[in-house]
């Protein structure tokens, strides 16, 4: 249940792009991709199924379409409440008696809403708020009764799963299993009750668990609180605007109702995909998820994020002051991971900012020795959506930022005047296969790049097809992007000033 | 003890309708009991071993199916050697060893031969090992492994790059109490070792300062000897061919001194203290308390296992994140390291205003777990989950390769990992009280608080007289 985004980044994605040329031990791409079978059910769910049977262990991937960039104000943080939430167990797991808790539950909801409506008021009768509020810890206690504490976690551990977890970002939500391959059917039958019949049990202890999140990664972490008001800033109408774990007075205010309500709009069939890669048969696989997942009723596919961010009318600047060194971010707003210019934007952060030979290592670190890291990065926070391409430093012992900033924007310049090198190119090209080829290994990667191709690239293959498009990357589309986007009006800079 | 619980599906109608339609796939309901299949057995690669001339202990496993070649090696060296005065070049020797390049090529010309090959080399030296990775696609292995000879027979050991990763080490020094999560680490294993031990001290500016580049020849000339290092290597290769290739590429590695590791003695008194951090800035505090911990050579480790597994989970993240809603992050389990002792610790990170609670319940967890027997339902589970996912001990060749090198490193016996399963299979409930009482020692617990005190609940001192330690960076000489 950690709150994090994907382990993969789409920058590997493109990685393939003289791999299908690249004949591999057993199997070419191409072979891998004919062997991905798929099967959509009635109610829209779609599997996707890769037979790998060297090793009798399956890996799943069940992908919500559905993250923080899907809320809005007053319940912000509710994606990443509900990922905690599907641990808590259904109708039947994780309760003693369902019929008796659930109204104990409905019970508690009704006086919580009744202290909140006291205690908002202009002059709030105290009195009547403390005896609502041991009223309430009296029914929360009630409840607690009823719950097995953590029965789903223990059924999936007793399973032998070792990787039974979340990840919620600013696009998605997915859940993650690794069970031995005899355990197929289990988990067909455990994943479906937890979209069929989820009961959001020990609400208001999940809240405060989800606060001491907030507290961890970002109040107490001056670099938590700079890339909260640097989102905040660069985007200002766009829900990347706020990070997936909330505001804090949200986390506080949140009902359970908002909750379901969250749930029943966003978690239908139609939004989730699930990537299964391992030990098992797909014919044996794709009956299962018709007996099981069918018993979800079909509904409308949610409406798309209407908000977009509107163009940048001047550069924008963002400090946080706190007890630690500096530390900066440059951040251009560029287009979604479906752009053409996408593969173009991925070789321009590639070169300027990964590795020991990339410009602003050799640059900044190697040759001015003002920074002890330089890196760029696109994608930022998520790619569904227009998003941002970074520039961070993190500045050696008594170096500063402007320093560092100074250096990072020389290195951009040269680029828009004199673009990459063909060896550079070639450098992107074979690096990002080779880390490709790392996460293939990985029947967990394998699913997760497969879910995340299908639902934000538009198909699975596209993680094959898209080939095509990095193969024909120029040093004059480079130098095109850079020009086009890596421009003072279209930029954010956030900084850590330190406080004495 | 609560009956085993399975899923009850409602959807009789469901069920029904598929008998009706009889699928013709065998099943036709949803299960809520399931009885599991044997399971596809697990297929053991071939782990070849050899021993190069020179003395490299070779781990080899062939992985046809990527077109990759990866290898990891471990040289008998060590931070824990290097001297007090000079704590830091461990560190410097293993990270300039190769961005110093070597005699007919400098770092800088390497870093761009090998990503420009989308290869890596890279060299470093921990606490406990000196480590050298290659990662690189088969067709260009040729070409790292001759970088590799390269560096490891002629290092440079250039000046630039040895004041390029002083900075760095001094920038480290200078944003170490940037983060409450790694003041607490570093303090902790202060308190558990002593601040001075090989095994917790800390660089400063004068240690970093101190460091000469014929230190760093010499540390590297004491231990980089190629009858002290053990490799494993995995990918798409033939395991005589790689054997041949190793030979040709790493013989001129010429033999040397074998290390012989006097791993420093860890002297540790039970002890009960309080200890204190302060950082005004935070509205969270991070707490760690605990005491030594001991080896995995252990015979009661398969019972700590599990002992640790029911701590962790069933008793403190039940109670402190769940049912109290205390903390995101909560742990507490027996550490037990290859060579020197590890460290018994419980950990959570709680809003200030309840650290003294969180900090009480985590001592009444494990006063409890060595007073009374578990129930057997926890045993079980912890059992369960541990045979049952056993079979991720296999999951990579990679991963098999790696372990058995370690194990080899370490003087471990190579069939480690099987007799810990044996052993779990066995252990009982009276097996997880004893270890507890034998090992656990919850009234000697040294505790540690980083956080802001004037926002606690209780003032730490109603847990005992406070030790305040004091994190302000020693000032660099001028």
């Known amino acids: 249940m950690l709150r994090k985004k994907l382990f993969f980044r789409p920058a590997f994605v493109p990685a393939l792009l003289v791999l299908l040329s690249l004949a591999l031990g057993g199997q070419s791409f191409e072979g891998i991709k004919k062997q991905v079978k798929t099967h959509v059910l009635p109610n829209g769910m779609k599997l996707i199924v890769l037979e790998r049977h060297d090793v009798p262990v399956v890996s799943f991937h069940v992908y919500a379409d559905v993250g923080s960039a899907n809320e809005s104000y007053g319940i912000t943080g509710i994606s990443h409440i509900l990922e905690h939430m599907a641990f808590k167990g259904t109708t039947t797991v994780g309760t003693k008696d369902f019929a008796a808790e659930s109204k104990v539950l409905e019970e508690l909801d009704d006086v919580y809403a009744q202290m909140k409506r006291e205690e908002s008021k202009a002059a709030p009768d105290q009195a009547k708020v403390a005896e609502l509020k041991a009223k309430f810890q009296d029914l929360e206690k009630k409840a607690k009764d009823y719950v097995v504490n953590n029965e789903y976690f223990d059924m999936m551990m007793r399973q032998g799963d070792a990787g039974v977890n979340a990840y919620t970002s600013s696009d998605a939500t997915q859940y993650i299993n690794y069970l031995p391959s005899n355990r197929l059917e289990f988990w067909m039958a455990m994943t479906s009750d937890r979209f069929l019949n989820p009961v959001f049990r020990e609400f208001y202890k999940e809240r405060d668990v989800i606060m001491e999140e907030r507290r961890l990664g970002v109040e107490t972490q001056p670099t938590g609180k700079l890339m909260e008001d640097f989102m905040a800033v660069a985007f200002k109408a766009h829900p990347y605007h706020h990070e997936v774990i909330g505001h804090m007075s949200d986390l506080q205010s949140i009902r359970r109702q908002d909750v379901a309500d969250y749930f029943k709009k966003f978690y239908g069939p139609s939004n989730l995909t699930v990537a299964v890669v391992g030990d098992v048969k797909a014919d044996e696989a794709f009956p299962l998820a018709d007996l099981y997942f069918s018993r979800i009723p079909s509904g409308p596919k949610p409406e798309p994020v209407r908000t977009k961010e509107p163009e940048q009318w001047g550069e924008r600047r963002v400090t946080v002051s706190a007890k630690s060194q500096p530390f900066l971010f440059l951040g251009y707003h560029i287009p979604d991971a479906k752009s053409k210019d996408n593969p173009a934007l991925e070789a321009l952060a590639n070169i300027v900012g990964r590795g020991r030979s990339s410009r602003l290592y050799q640059n900044l670190v190697k040759d001015k020795k003002i920074a002890i890291q330089a890196s760029c990065m696109s994608g930022f926070p998520g790619d569904k959506f227009p998003n941002l391409i970074v520039f961070i430093a993190v500045s050696a012992q008594g170096k500063t930022s402007a320093e560092c900033q100074a250096a990072i924007e020389e290195e951009i310049e040269k680029i828009k005047k004199e673009s990459v090198t063909e060896e550079e190119l070639t450098k992107f090209k074979r690096s990002t296969i080779k880390g490709l080829l790392g996460q293939m290994k990985s029947n967990t990667q394998m699913a997760a790049m497969l879910a995340y191709a299908d639902v934000v690239l538009g198909g699975y293959e596209k993680v094959f097809d898209q080939i095509a498009d990095y193969r024909a990357i120029t040093a004059e589309d480079v130098k095109r992007v850079a020009n086009q986007y890596l421009v003072k009006t279209n930029r954010t800079i956030g900084e850590i000033i330190p406080e004495k | ?478």
């Open chain 2, 1 to 478: 003890m609560r009956k085993r619980k399975t899923i009850k599906t409602s959807i009789a109608g469901l069920c029904l309708l598929a008998f009706i339609t009889g699928a013709a796939y065998a099943q036709k309901a949803p299960k809520d009991k399931f009885v599991f299949g044997p399971l596809n057995p697990i297929k053991m690669p071939k782990v070849e071993r050899a021993e190069l001339p020179n003395g490299i202990k070779l781990f080899l496993v062939e992985d046809p199916e990527y077109p990759t070649i990866d290898l990891w090696a471990m040289v008998k060296a060590g931070s824990v050697f290097e001297p007090a005065d000079k704590a830091g070049l461990a560190s410097l020797t293993g990270s300039v060893l190769r961005t110093g390049g070597t005699q007919s090529k400098t770092g800088d010309q390497i870093d761009k031969e090998l990503e420009t090959l989308a290869a890596t080399v890279e060299t470093g030296i921990g606490q406990t090992a000196g480590n050298i990775r290659v990662s690189v696609l088969k067709e260009d292995l040729d070409k790292a492994l001759a970088i590799l000879a390269d560096i490891l027979t002629n290092p440079a050991f250039r000046e630039d790059k040895l004041n390029l990763a002083k900075i760095q080490q001094k920038t480290m020094i200078s944003r170490r109490n940037d983060d409450i999560g790694s003041i607490t680490d570093r303090e902790f294993s202060g308190l558990m070792y002593g601040k001075d031990s090989p095994y917790a001290r800390q660089t400063e500016y004068a240690t970093i300062d101190a460091i000469t580049r014929q230190d760093l020849v010499d540390f590297y000339g004491a231990y980089f000897h190629p009858n002290n290092t053990y490799m494993a290597v995995w990918g798409d290769f033939k395991s005589g061919d790689m054997i041949a290739k190793l030979k040709a590429a790493l013989g001129p590695w010429k033999k040397g001194k074998p290390s012989t590791l006097p791993w420093p003695k860890v002297n540790y008194e039970f002890r009960s203290t309080v200890n204190y951090v302060e950082k005004p800035d935070v509205n969270q505090s991070n707490i760690m308390l605990g005491h030594i911990g001991g080896l995995m050579n252990n015979p009661d480790l398969p019972a700590l296992n599990i002992m640790n597994q029911i701590l962790s989970f069933e008793r403190m993240f039940k109670r402190i994140r769940t049912d109290e809603g205390l903390a995101y992050s909560v742990r507490g389990d027996y550490g037990a390291s290859y060579i020197y002792p590890g460290v018994f610790s419980c950990g959570a990170q709680t809003k200030s205003q309840s650290t003294v609670y969180a900090i009480d319940i985590m001592l009444q967890e494990l006063k409890k777990i060595t007073e009374q027997e578990v129930s057997d339902e926890e045993l079980e589970k912890a059992k369960d989950g541990y045979l049952n996912s056993y079979v991720f001990n296999f999951e990579s060749k990679s991963q098999i390769v790696n372990r058995l090198m370690s194990l080899a490193y370490f003087g471990y016996p190579l069939d480690f990992t099987e007799k810990q399963k044996a052993g779990v299979e066995k252990v009982t409930k009276a097996d997880v009280l004893r270890v507890a009482r034998k090992y656990i020692q919850p009234g000697k617990v040294q505790i540690l608080v980083v956080g802001k005190k004037e926002d606690f609940d209780k003032p730490l001192s109603s847990l005992g007289q406070v030790n305040v330690i004091d994190i302000a960076i020693p000032a660099p000489k001028k």
